[in-house]
Nanobody
Framework: QVQLVESGGGLVQAGGSLRLSCASSTTITTFNFLAWYRQAPGRQRELVASITTTGDNTLYADSAKGRFSISVDRARDTVNLQMNSLKPDDTAVYYC???????????WGRGTQVTVSA
């Protein structure tokens, strides 16, 4: 069974940085694309960034543009999210999603908490 496991969350002050990683239990190229989502308390889960496993196509939410960077490490079967200039509004649980067009459903990790203090 395919598993995605996030890591790298934590508590950071506003203006700081964190690097999230999502490790896949299967070869990362199994997926067509991967994405990071986040969900803050009382809010819907929202897309932060996505990337094709070839790494040649990325998409960012407006809130992430210029501050976050998504990347794929095919050697380590991971997808990473570098987050800079963090704001308290970035506080949320961050989830990794893998999409395989040939699979019956998408794959989700269990999430990692990011808390940004003012």
């Amino acid at each position: 069974q395919v598993q995605l496991v996030e890591s790298g969350g934590g508590l950071v002050q506003a203006g700081g940085s964190l690097r999230l990683s999502c490790a896949s239990s299967t070869t990362i190229t199994t997926f067509n694309f991967l994405a990071w989502y986040r969900q803050a308390p009382g809010r819907q889960r929202e897309l932060v960034a996505s990337i094709t496993t070839t790494g040649d196509n990325t998409l960012y939410a407006d809130s992430a543009k210029g501050r976050f960077s998504i990347s794929v490490d095919r050697a380590r079967d991971t997808v990473n999210l570098q987050m800079n200039s963090l704001k308290p509004d970035d506080t949320a649980v961050y989830y990794c999603k893998g999409v395989d067009y040939g699979a019956p459903s998408d794959y989700w990790g269990r999430g990692t908490q990011v808390t940004v203090s003012a």
